[in-house]
């Protein structure tokens, strides 16, 4: 029976030490703060449908974030990708070249693999530092976008009805583009966890040197990760402007913050070969847990972004310590 009772304890402590565990625990305790400080208006089918439908397209992003940061990487042009992919889709339907959705959504997911694809080259054949790679493509992938468009935007009235509806639709009781999420979710985690480039991929994040001996052709691995993404962003693309009805120049400017801070909140570390696509999707949910809270609560417009910057700032303070006392821990092993 003393046993027993010890063990306890241990599978608590096991528990909290674990990130997806802890940064679910605090999800838990944010949402009964924020449903307490809304008077009981945020946990109401309308809220959680909004919540789930509008930031599909960010959760979608961050599981395409977490693969580039995993070989040590980052994307910059994520947000560009997926306006010039949205917008180069949006305008084909405007013309009556594309007539059905199906094909809306296969288009802007190629428009954005062919983003990334010139994202991964850059990077592995130009021996160009990424997060300058990324800087310099996302201003001519935006550039482009408003060149395509002539600067104007598409309105619904040009979009396909099948399209638009896509987002506004259910399955199950479940938003459409949520489903997406869910099916990339489960997509990631069998990727990642069952398969030998997956796991090639943390390898070439931890130790490229390491895996250059094993035999991994780094550069192939840097060049199909950028491609996945952009397809990913792509993807997430045709989900905004399905979304919102409308294509413009300067959509999902600034997105890409949001997407990284969802990852270095869900414990992907900035230095690559540590990350999780579970806790990713958690860090995502708790970005959009908060922004869509901040005007429930009461926050004034002004302060809502600096809001938002401090809790990410402090949530990736947490990141930042936890990792270094994982980090601890495992070299205090290795001395025993």
């Known amino acids: 029976m003393k046993n027993t009772k010890n063990k306890i304890p241990g599978k608590i402590s096991g528990l909290l030490r674990s990130r997806e565990s802890s940064l679910l625990l605090v999800m838990i305790l944010l949402v009964a703060v924020i449903q307490w400080r809304s008077g009981g208006m945020f946990l109401t089918g309308t809220v959680i449908t909004q919540l789930t439908q509008n930031y599909a397209y960010t959760i979608v992003l961050s599981f395409g974030m977490l693969l580039v940061l995993l070989i040590g990487g980052i994307d910059i042009a994520i947000g560009a990708t997926l306006a010039l992919s949205g917008m180069s889709t949006s305008l084909l339907m405007a013309s009556g070249v594309i007539t059905n959705p199906f094909l809306a959504f296969l288009f802007s997911i190629l428009v954005g693999m062919a983003c990334g694809w010139i994202i991964g080259v850059t990077i592995s054949k130009g021996k160009v530092i990424p997060i300058i790679a990324t800087l310099g493509l996302q201003y001519i992938f935006r550039g482009l976008t408003y060149m395509v468009s002539g600067s104007n935007w598409v309105s619904s009235d040009k979009m396909l009805a099948g399209y638009k509806s896509f987002a506004q639709g259910s399955f199950l009781g479940i938003n459409n583009l949520f489903w997406i999420v869910i099916i990339m979710f489960v997509a990631m985690l069998v990727f990642l966890k069952w398969t030998s480039f997956g796991r090639q991929i943390y390898e070439v994040g931890s130790n490229p040197e390491a895996a250059k001996i094993s035999g991994i052709h780094i550069d192939r691995v840097k060049i199909a990760v950028y491609t996945i993404n952009g397809a990913i962003a792509g993807l997430a693309g045709a989900m905004y402007t399905s979304m919102y009805a409308t294509a413009q120049g300067n959509m999902a400017n600034g997105a890409e913050m949001d997407v990284i801070a969802a990852c270095v909140i869900g414990g992907v570390s900035l230095n690559g070969g540590q990350g999780s696509a579970t806790g990713v999707f958690l860090g995502a949910a708790t970005i959009a847990i908060i922004s869509k809270s901040l005007s429930l609560v009461g926050i004034d417009a002004f302060w ?18 936890v990792q270094r006392n994982a980090a601890r821990r495992a070299l205090e092993r290795r001395e025993i």
């Open 304 to 321: 809502q972004q600096a809001l938002k910057g401090g809790i990410i700032a402090v949530a990736v303070l947490i990141n930042v310590i």
